[in-house]
């Protein structure tokens, strides 16, 4: 319990979660390390990478990475949670919730951090043990979905993911966010093979969250 308390506490203290989406196991790795080298402490490798529970094992296997919290995303169900877990993974991430992949993650004392849209879904997903939940997909809200949602769900922790880009990121943070998920806009130059770049996009999305949290 003390290491699954200590795995959220920490993802909420960077407030920055890395969603890595690749072509390939390479690309995948050079892009959570380059998000690594600007900051970032929580890397998300989704399971749709090719090869993506040996991503997750390369990359909580490399000395100089052991203070990182490697995830596993875009996880739909329990046998692929466990999978993820036995690989390595400290966390499990999922664009929707599923009761059996909270019930196994809590099994496992591994934090579930599963995708919600409504109120329904955010007051099941904690009844299941999920202490941080994923607003997702984010772009189909603005940041002030945050407070409207903690009118009624005051307790609950949200992370939104997708849409999030550095236009609006400090905004989710003001509104209440507790952390935010980067995909897209924060892997795009690994695309070019530019992972100097990654790096800083990196530095400055740690640099916001800590900006508007003061």
Do not use: H
């Not at 900051?39 to 998300?44: P, V, Y």
């Amino acid at each position: 319990m003390i290491q699954k308390s200590k795995i959220l506490m920490d993802i909420v203290e960077n407030g920055v979660v890395a969603v890595i989406r690749a072509e390939s196991e390479e690309e995948a790795f050079l892009t959570a390390s380059a998000c690594v080298e600007g900051g970032i402490k929580a890397i998300e490798v989704t399971l749709t990478v090719p090869g993506a529970t040996e991503v997750i094992s390369s990359l909580t296997k490399k000395p100089e990475f052991k203070d990182l919290l490697v995830g596993a995303g875009s996880v739909l169900d329990s046998e692929t949670a466990r999978i993820a877990i036995l690989a390595g993974a400290k966390y499990i991430v999922s664009p929707c919730f599923d009761k059996e992949t909270a019930k196994l993650c809590n099994r496992y004392q591994v934090p579930y951090m599963p995708g919600c849209m409504t109120i329904t879904e955010m007051k099941t997903a904690m009844e299941y043990g999920a202490e941080i939940i994923k607003l997702f997909p984010g772009n189909n809200y603005t940041p002030s979905i945050v407070k409207s949602i903690k009118g009624p769900l005051p307790q609950v922790s949200i992370m939104p993911t997708g849409g999030i880009n550095l236009n609006n990121a400090a905004e989710w943070i003001k509104s209440g966010a507790v952390a935010i998920g980067i995909g897209s806009d924060l892997a795009k130059p690994a695309k070019l093979g530019d992972y100097k770049e990654v790096t800083g996009l990196a530095k400055q999305y740690c640099d916001l969250v800590k900006e508007a949290r003061a």
